[in-house]
């Protein structure tokens, strides 16, 4: 319930309790005992297994139908009872798979109550779905197997059954294997948790394994709503991609204004933000907001606008550093543009607009290219291998601060 209502799902009726709903079930039950269909099962765990045993031995599946006791107690609760089952073919439609059929082999007594008066799944559902006039009952394909049961209980209580339709596996990332924990798989909330968008994780699931025939990806809730269609689920699994999670989550992050963007991460700072002014939060969601993926990517992309870089990884940076350009320059000619982008900035007044027309000239002072006084300059101000705009980051983070830094960077380079 908390993750439907997260993803903004709403239920139409309930939520229900199958604890709630006992006498229910033991009234369709009771039916099933007077159309002479169920049947106390007073049979002991071991006599069960020696059942399995025997037809292990026999290389052949194990069939409870064979062995019904003959004169069977009246059921009474603390007793399981066993639904009486009419081996049959059956052919059925089902709305993703198509046309299916199964032969009386596969048709089963199966246990609908339990010693402790609660309902299996298997009869549950069928009678719960009935209650309900539930339309489509849409499950995964592990229950495909289980199908026949349900028909010959729909049969014996003699109600109609809904459509029905069969989605494939969600397949792990190689597509080999269907998705499960340790796959990377998580539950809903956990990307809730991580920064996802509700909408964003709506379209991606709603786009695993069914198109509208379209090259479209980004879908609102309603577009999916009115394209849907079943017949348009593919039959075979879909690989689980997070890149592609990520890269439309993304897309929904960049869509929203920004000052809904600040009300959605206010819990996604770094620890190291502290009782800065909102305005100038504001300022650093504008520089980030194309380059983030989720919200819990905040504190990686931003943590240099709260504290000081450190000095090990400033040098490391400068030893060994990320962009190519700038590998083949010495320290001798980086400390010399940065005292030069030091004196080119004494005068800014910090506007973005004023940092890059002074910073552009200096580079055509120095006859350099952008990746390696740029780069230089990166590193100094915020002693990571990658940031925002170089522009718009030193415009946000101010004259003090930058000064500052590149006097710390210069000072390094010089030991």
Do not use: C
Not at 123 to 140: E, G, K, N, P
């Amino acid at each position: 319930m908390e993750s439907l209502g997260w993803l903004g799902l709403k239920w139409d009726e309930g939520p229900y309790r199958q604890s709630e709903r006992l006498d229910i079930y033991k009234e369709w039950a009771q039916r099933l005992i007077d159309a002479g269909r169920a049947y106390a099962d007073i049979r002991t765990p071991d006599e069960l297994d020696e059942i399995r045993k025997q037809s292990a031995a026999q290389k052949k599946p194990a069939l409870f139908r064979d062995y019904r006791p003959d004169n069977p107690p009246s059921w009474q609760p603390g007793v399981p009872l066993r639904f009486k089952s009419e081996p049959k073919n059956y052919k059925w439609h089902d709305e993703v798979m198509g046309d299916l059929s199964t032969g009386p082999e596969v048709i089963d007594d199966f246990i609908i109550i339990k010693s402790d008066g609660f309902p299996t799944y298997n009869f549950a559902h069928v009678v719960d779905d009935y209650l309900m006039q539930i339309t489509h009952a849409i499950r995964s394909q592990e229950f495909l197997p289980s199908v026949p049961k349900y028909l010959n209980l729909y049969d014996a209580l003699g109600i109609d059954r809904p459509m029905l339709a069969t989605l494939p596996y969600i397949m792990a990332p190689d597509g080999h294997k269907k998705l499960s924990k340790r796959d990377g798989a998580k539950d809903v909330l956990d990307y809730r948790n991580e920064g996802f968008l509700p909408g964003a994780l709506i379209n991606f699931l709603a786009t695993l394994g069914w198109n509208d025939g379209t090259e479209q990806e980004v879908f609102s809730v309603d577009e999916l709503i009115s394209k849907f269609s079943l017949d348009r689920v593919q039959k075979s699994g879909a690989r689980f991609d997070e890149q592609r999670l990520s890269w439309m989550n993304g897309h929904y992050i960049r869509g929203l204004k920004v000052t809904e963007l600040s009300t959605l991460a206010q819990n996604y700072w770094p620890a190291t933000a502290g009782p800065v002014s909102p305005e100038y939060k504001l300022a650093i969601l504008e520089l980030v907001q194309e380059r983030l993926k989720y919200l819990a990517e905040l504190p990686g992309l931003t943590s240099f606008f709260f504290e000081e870089p450190a000095s090990g990884d400033v040098s490391e940076l400068y030893a060994n550093p990320v962009d190519k350009q700038l590998k083949g320059v010495g320290t001798p000619l980086i400390a010399d543009m940065l005292r030069s982008s030091m004196k080119t900035l004494e005068d800014s007044n910090f506007g973005r607009d004023d940092v890059a027309k002074r910073l552009n000239e200096l580079l055509r002072q120095l006859q350099t290219k952008p990746g390696i006084l740029f780069a230089a300059i990166r590193i100094a101000v915020t002693g990571t291998k990658s940031s925002p705009g170089l522009f718009g980051t030193i415009s946000v983070l101010g004259k003090e601060k930058v000064s500052k830094r590149l006097f710390e960077a210069l000072t390094i380079l010089e030991k």
